[in-house]
């Protein structure tokens, strides 16, 4: 059986919902709100550093955007970031960029923090997408593709695999793959439907556990 997910909450600033993946039970939070952004970063980091297996914050990230033909037909348009996902642990944020009067001056210092490991997959776009988008956000350090890190237990490299391929070979889970379907969706509705937020949460999670298997802090 793959990944499942089931909303457990609905707030009118946010909702929360719950992603089993072979076990591992995250709680995801959908939302444009500026003080739950900040309250999630906050408790985030919080929990993290006083996790048993304590070592330097790494935070997994995924940026999706609406492909141009939805809105901008017009040859040569660059979609900005409709959302950004975080991972910390068990515990993943989707935010909506696009419905975000502002965001939290948290954020933007969490973004920008030179001491947190960000690590993404198949990444080339998204610290571009992150500053296009209408908040303008900028990242402190690279945004690290994991692909460039992971080796099979041959030692041999795996950047030349998709990431159903890597989650495979280095977390033993199988069915765990990146639609491109889902990917090539609209990421400005209101409100994002289930495939959308399952997706978004567990490309956040994968890269959130990789980038710890991986140590990717020494990097």
């Known amino acids: 059986m793959g990944p499942t997910i089931r909303r457990i909450a609905s707030y009118n600033t946010h909702q929360e919902y719950s992603v089993d993946l072979f076990g591992n039970e995250l709680t995801v939070t ?3 709100t500026p003080s739950v952004i900040r309250r999630w970063i906050r408790k985030a980091v919080f929990y993290q550093r006083r996790a048993p297996s304590y070592h330097p914050l790494v935070v997994g990230v995924g940026v999706q955007w ?5 809105y901008y037909p017009r040859e040569g348009y660059d979609p900005p970031a409709d959302t950004l996902q975080l991972c910390m642990g068990k515990r993943c944020l989707i935010i909506q960029l696009c419905h975000c009067d502002r965001v939290p001056n948290a954020l933007r210092s969490f973004l920008a923090n030179p001491g947190t490991t960000f690590v993404g997959i198949w990444n080339g776009q ?3 997408k992150l500053e296009r988008s209408r908040h303008h ?3 402190g350090k690279q945004i690290l593709d994991v692909r460039k890190y992971v080796k099979d237990s041959e030692g041999k490299s795996l950047r030349r695999r998709s990431s159903e391929q890597i989650v495979e070979r280095c977390m033993g889970c199988q069915g765990v793959r990146l639609d491109w379907r889902i990917s090539m969706s609209d ?3 209101d409100c994002l439907d289930l495939a959308q937020i399952l997706q978004a949460s567990l490309d956040a999670f994968v890269c959130f556990e990789l980038g ?8």
């Open 137 to 139: 956000l900028e990242m």
């Open 30 to 32: 959908v939302t444009s």
């Open 66 to 70: 609406t492909p141009a033909f939805y």
């Open 212 to 219: 710890v298997w991986a140590r990717l802090w020494q990097v």
């Open 187 to 189: 990421w400005n509705v």
């Open 126 to 128: 998204d610290a571009r």
